[in-house]
């Protein structure tokens, strides 16, 4: 199986040293527009097309609004894809691409790559989904270095809250269903945000999203439902922790940290790989991604016109 990875970032960095640990697939390029020769024999390309020709696979790490583009050349040529999130910048580019992909014989998969992380795991694991809850989830980082500073122009990146909060916002529709309101609250820059989200179930998720924060990558969440409290901060040395309610005498109940861990990367590429290879579904479709997406965009009109949307109302709309 050939794999070629367009862009070669930070991301695409990741992605590849993922399939290095694979013995069944062969990165048989690597698209960038900046970079020639080669990187440790696999080949850089300038030209898109001339890397299309030689894969099976497309794994796209360029930045957000380039998606739509390059996953039509994709598709159009009977290529599988694997889209880095978000999977794109508009809702109109999105509602293409999964016509696209409706006409075509495709596997798709988005990297919506928190659902791999083992702690995130282990909080939905135990959680009750048909039970309402209170959860806050914070994610800070400082202001992400890329080319040209594309992210930190919010018409090509979305901000703070399409670019880092959607991996708040997909964990929160997968671990407790369907959004049915949302409000979101932004700085003028939209390097923080605030969002607010209204579940069908009951629950209700804060999500915070930073990039003013010097003190390194952060990620927390904490989730209460009845007598439960889940906590995670991935800065502490024990980061997850389960308080129950058991009885007076054992109200607590640590779970241990996790000592050897599968790079989330690796194990999403892996599952990706092996839907092909065994003709199966992909774990995260690119309906299901969409689902997150829409919220996300949803969350940036909602800063936009400083008022409360519901999903309910905008559907009928249509």
């Given at each position: 199986?050939?794999?070629?990875?367009?862009?070669?970032?930070?991301?695409?960095?990741i992605?590849?040293?993922?399939?290095?640990?694979?013995?069944?697939?062969?990165?048989?390029?690597?698209?960038?527009?900046?970079?020639?020769?080669?990187?440790q024999?696999?080949?850089?390309y300038?030209d898109?097309?001339?890397?299309?020709?030689?894969?099976d696979?497309?794994?796209?790490?360029?930045?957000?609004?380039?998606?739509?583009?390059?996953?039509?050349?994709?598709?159009?040529?009977?290529?599988h894809?694997?889209?880095?999130?978000p999977?794109?910048h508009?809702?109109?580019?999105?509602?293409?691409?999964?016509?696209?992909?409706?006409?075509?014989r495709?596997?798709?998969?988005?990297?919506?790559?928190?659902?791999?992380?083992?702690?995130?795991r282990?909080?939905?694991?135990?959680?009750?989904?048909?039970?309402?809850?209170?959860?806050?989830?914070?994610?800070?980082?400082?202001?992400?270095?890329?080319?040209?500073?594309?992210?930190?122009?919010?018409?090509?990146?979305?901000?703070?809250?399409?670019?880092?909060?959607?991996?708040?916002?997909?964990?929160?529709?997968?671990?407790?269903?369907?959004?049915?309101?949302?409000?979101?609250?932004?700085?003028?820059?939209?390097?923080?945000?605030?969002?607010?989200?209204?579940?069908?179930?009951?629950?209700?998720?804060?999500?915070?999203?930073?990039?003013?924060?010097?003190?390194?990558?952060?990620?927390?969440?904490?989730?209460a439902?009845?007598?439960d409290?889940?906590?995670?901060?991935?800065?502490?040395?024990?980061?997850?922790?389960?308080?129950?309610?058991?009885?007076l005498?054992?109200?607590?109940?640590?779970?241990?940290?996790?000592?050897?861990?599968?790079?989330?990367?690796?194990?999403?590429?892996?599952?990706?790989?092996?839907?092909?290879r065994?003709?199966?579904?992909?774990?995260?479709?690119?309906?299901?991604?969409?689902?997150?997406?829409?919220?996300a965009?949803?969350?940036?009109?909602?800063?936009?016109?400083?008022?409360?949307?519901?999903?309910?109302?905008?559907?009928?709309?249509?």
């Amino acid at each position: 199986m050939k794999i070629v990875i367009l862009g070669y970032g930070f991301i695409g960095d990741i992605h590849l040293n993922a399939y290095r640990q694979m013995n069944d697939v062969e990165v048989a390029g690597i698209y960038s527009t900046t970079r020639t020769g080669d990187l440790q024999g696999i080949p850089f390309y300038n030209d898109l097309e001339r890397c299309l020709e030689i894969a099976d696979v497309v794994d796209v790490c360029l930045p957000t609004f380039m998606h739509r583009d390059v996953f039509e050349k994709a598709v159009e040529r009977g290529k599988h894809v694997f889209l880095e999130k978000p999977m794109a910048h508009t809702d109109e580019d999105c509602q293409r691409m999964l016509e696209l992909e409706e006409r075509s014989r495709s596997k798709v998969m988005v990297g919506q790559v928190l659902r791999y992380f083992p702690e995130y795991r282990k909080l939905k694991e135990s959680i009750d989904p048909d039970k309402p809850a209170s959860t806050l989830l914070s994610r800070r980082s400082q202001l992400p270095v890329s080319a040209k500073n594309w992210s930190l122009d919010r018409s090509n990146s979305g901000g703070v809250i399409l670019d880092l909060s959607l991996h708040d916002i997909d964990f929160a529709r997968w671990a407790f269903g369907p959004v049915t309101r949302v409000y979101a609250q932004t700085d003028p820059d939209h390097y923080y945000a605030l969002i607010t989200l209204r579940h069908e179930n009951g629950s209700i998720s804060r999500i915070e999203g930073s990039w003013r924060y010097d003190g390194g990558f952060a990620q927390e969440a904490e989730i209460a439902q009845e007598n439960d409290l889940l906590t995670f901060n991935s800065q502490e040395i024990h980061p997850l922790m389960v308080h129950r309610k058991v009885s007076l005498k054992n109200d607590s109940t640590e779970v241990p940290p996790v000592l050897r861990r599968d790079d989330p990367w690796y194990l999403e590429l892996r599952d990706f790989v092996d839907s092909i290879r065994n003709d199966g579904p992909v774990p995260v479709t690119l309906q299901d991604a969409y689902e997150s997406t829409k919220i996300a965009l949803l969350a940036l009109r909602s800063a936009h016109e400083k008022r409360p949307i519901s999903l309910a109302k905008e559907l009928n709309k249509r």
